[in-house]
């Protein structure tokens, strides 16, 4: 099975900043990877497929990069309603398997 | 897309459970479905998948055996069909629609399955 490392755990960032997280997969995924947003109490939504497509009307202030088996989601500019829990999820061969985790929070 | 799901509920070990997942607002004869389950533990964890002829299913380790994916075109709806559930099935469970490249572009609201005597 391939293991999905996410990082870090958790974060914290002010109004405007920039954050990053990152995936590490347990070997390469061809860029077969998706990151989910996951607000309190909802299900997750599908934020960018195929490392780097954003999913239609996710704001442009998201981004995804990477390749071979390390890929990263970035914010530019953080906006309250960007406090979430995101998730990684490669889909590159069955079983399909997840990252950790990384709850995002407002200084 | 709406897709919602029913049947959880609290259920004895070694008992059985069956979800469904009412699916519309897309053609749900050309996608792949899928379950997903999730615990403040142990995260997100695909369940099954099943193609969009259902002739084809997948399963991790953890449920292969235990579990089957079925769909009913007729009333487009999803089903998971949870034989001899352990303690360690607990969790909400959210049926989701397969996007090009397996990914899960849409995912209902959930339901909680809890697994306890």
Same mark, same amino acid.
């Given at each position: 099975?391939?293991?999905? /490392?996410?990082?870090?755990?958790?974060?914290?960032?002010?109004?405007?900043?920039?954050? =990053?997280?990152?995936?590490?997969?347990?070997?390469?995924?061809?860029?077969?990877?998706?990151?989910?947003?996951?607000? =309190?109490?909802?299900?997750?939504?599908?934020?960018?497929? /195929? /490392? =780097?497509?954003?999913?239609?009307?996710?704001? =442009?202030?998201?981004?995804?990069?990477?390749?071979?088996?390390?890929?990263?989601?970035?914010?530019?500019?953080?906006?309250?309603?960007?406090?979430?829990?995101?998730?990684?999820?490669?889909?590159?061969?069955?079983?399909?398997?997840?990252?950790?985790?990384?709850?995002?929070?407002?200084? | 897309?709406? $897709?919602?799901?029913?049947?959880?509920?609290?259920?004895?070990?070694? &008992?059985? $459970?069956? $979800?469904?997942?009412?699916?519309?607002?897309?053609?749900? !004869?050309?996608? *792949?479905?899928?379950?997903? &389950?999730? !615990?403040?533990?142990?995260?997100?964890?695909?369940?099954? #998948?099943?193609?969009?002829?259902?002739? #084809? #299913?997948?399963?991790?380790?953890?449920? @292969?055996? &235990?579990? !089957?994916?079925? @769909?009913? *075109?007729?009333?487009?709806?999803? *089903?998971?069909?949870?034989?001899?559930?352990?303690?360690?099935? #607990?969790?909400? *469970?959210?049926?989701? @629609?397969?996007? $090009? &490249?397996?990914?899960?572009?849409?995912?209902?609201?959930?339901?909680?399955? !809890?697994?306890?005597?």
């Amino acid at each position: 099975d391939i293991q999905m /490392t996410q990082s870090p755990a958790s974060l914290s960032a002010s109004l405007g900043e920039t954050v =990053s997280i990152e995936c590490l997969a347990s070997e390469g995924i061809s860029n077969d990877l998706a990151w989910y947003q996951q607000k =309190s109490g909802k299900s997750p939504h599908l934020l960018i497929h /195929t /490392t =780097s497509r954003l999913q239609d009307g996710v704001p =442009s202030r998201f981004s995804g990069s990477g390749s071979g088996t390390r890929y990263s989601l970035k914010i530019s500019g953080m906006q309250p309603e960007d406090e979430a829990d995101y998730f990684c999820q490669q889909s590159h061969k069955y079983p399909l398997t997840f990252g950790s985790g990384t709850k995002l929070e407002i200084k | 897309v709406q $897709l919602v799901e029913s049947g959880g509920g609290l259920v004895q070990p070694g &008992r059985s $459970l069956k $979800l469904s997942c009412a699916a519309s607002g897309f053609t749900f !004869t050309d996608s *792949y479905m899928a379950w997903v &389950r999730q !615990t403040p533990k142990k995260g997100l964890e695909w369940v099954a #998948t099943i193609s969009s002829r259902g002739t #084809t #299913t997948y399963y991790p380790d953890s449920v @292969r055996g &235990r579990f !089957t994916i079925s @769909r009913d *075109y007729a009333k487009s709806s999803l *089903y998971l069909q949870m034989n001899s559930l352990k303690s360690e099935d #607990t969790a909400t *469970y959210y049926c989701a @629609r397969h996007g $090009l &490249r397996i990914n899960f572009d849409y995912w209902g609201q959930g339901v909680m399955v !809890t697994v306890s005597s």
